[in-house]
């Protein structure tokens, strides 16, 4: 039963026994299934499709509106896994609400929770219809800006990568450059810490060269930095 977490072994339940604890369990129970569907979404194709089968989306964006700092973090980095490289997914996630409450958890205090958010969006931004809905929920750009200016490295990559997907669409480039972006995406070229420098700059670079690309307001934008 869910009522004894501690005695769950998490790792050798079905996909279809951890989505009734996360929708279901104790605070402990929802925690240890939501980690272990994160554990078994990550790079499996076969695994990812099984979960939103099993009507994971619904209770794990309850749990993204309503849980705990730790657990929404938890859900985030398990939709994260989720929308990798999956058109589908990233539309059905999209449709089962989660956009708004991922835009919300970039203002955690939390890096770890800023970092699962950011990852989120960026994957979710693979799809142009998501890319729309992203920049378009209040607060989003501007959180981004933030976790670009203010973030740990880690943070700022994730930042990064997501405005790199949301600036594939025109409108969006024109947006993300009047929130202020280009400023910290060339500063993040110059800096940052030893271990995520390489895909840090990788990821700024490409998110710059999106939005200069047919863009001459940001070319210009980019020239005056």
């Known amino acids: 039963g869910t009522c004894q977490a501690h005695l769950i072994d998490f790792d050798s339940e079905s996909i279809e026994q951890l989505v009734a604890h996360i929708s279901e369990g104790t605070q402990r129970a929802r925690a240890g299934a939501t980690a272990a569907l994160r554990k078994r979404a990550a790079s499996n ?23 705990s700092a730790q657990l929404k973090e938890a859900v985030a980095g398990t939709l994260s896994n989720l929308a990798a490289n999956n058109a589908d997914i990233q539309v059905a996630i999209a449709k089962a609400g989660a956009i708004p409450p991922l835009v919300d958890l970039l203002k955690s205090k939390s890096s770890g929770a800023q970092k699962a958010a950011a990852g989120a969006l ?15 929920t209040a607060g989003s750009l501007a959180s981004f ?70 863009n001459i307001h940001n070319q210009q934008a980019i020239a005056q930095n």
């Open 45 to 67: 194709e076969s695994n990812q499709e099984a979960i939103v089968r099993a009507g994971a989306l619904e209770p794990l964006v309850t749990q993204l509106q309503r849980g």
């Open 122 to 136: 960026g994957n979710l931004a693979a799809n142009d219809e998501n890319q729309l809905a992203i920049c378009g």
């Open 145 to 214: 800006v933030h976790l670009l200016r203010r973030g740990n490295a880690g943070v700022q990559a994730a930042a990064a990568g997501a405005l790199n997907n949301l600036a594939a669409n025109d409108a969006n480039q024109v947006a993300i450059t009047d929130a202020d972006a280009v400023e910290p995406l060339v500063n993040l070229l110059g800096g940052g810490c030893v271990a995520y420098l390489a895909f840090l700059q990788a990821a700024a670079a490409s998110a710059l060269r999106n939005l200069a690309y047919k």
